[in-house]
C-alpha cells in the first residue's frame, strides 16, 4: 500500500506482489473488463476463526486500481469468509479455470473511505460492462457501498 501523505489518504501501491509468479498464473490474475465470469472464479481456502479448520468457498475476485480484491458484493451482508481473513489474513487463492494454481496470499481489510470507494466504483464500472459477470444490471455503486473488500498480497512459496 502506498504511504500516506500530508494531504489525503494513501492510494493503493501496484500490485507487484506477481512479479514472482509464472507468467501464464500472473496473466490469469490481471484479468480486464473484458474478462468473462469464467475467468473471475475461483476458489479461496480461509481458515476457520473459531474451529481453525480449512474452508474452501468459490468467490469472484475483481482487478482495480492495479491490485487483486476480494469483495463480497451487493449490499455488504456478513460473510464468514471475510471474518475468516481478519482472524487469519493468511489463505489460499486457487485458480481453477483454464489456469490452475494454489498460490498462497494475505488478505488486507480496505477500511479507507477514498480508498474504498475508488477501488469500487472500478468494480462496478467492471460489472457494468456488456459482458456483465453479474446477474443484475445495471449495478450501482450506492448498492457496493457496504460490501465487505480485501485487498489480496500474493506471496512466495
Known sequence: MGTPSATGPSDPAPDDSLAHLPDHVRRAIEITPAAGTRERIIDITTRGRRTGRPRRIEIFFYRAAGATYLCSGAGGA???WHANLLAEPA???H?????????PARATPVTDPAERRAVLAEIVADLNQPHDP??????????????????IRFLRS
Do not use: C, H, Q
Open 134 to 151: 453479474g446477474t443484475i444490471r445495471p449495478t450501482r455503486l450506492e448498492d457496493w457501498a457496504a460490501s465487505r473488500l480485501v485487498r
Open 95 to 103: 485458480l481453477k479455470n483454464g489456469v490452475r494454481a494454489d498460490l
Open 91 to 93: 489463505f489460499t487463492f
Open 78 to 80: 456478513a460473510t464468514d
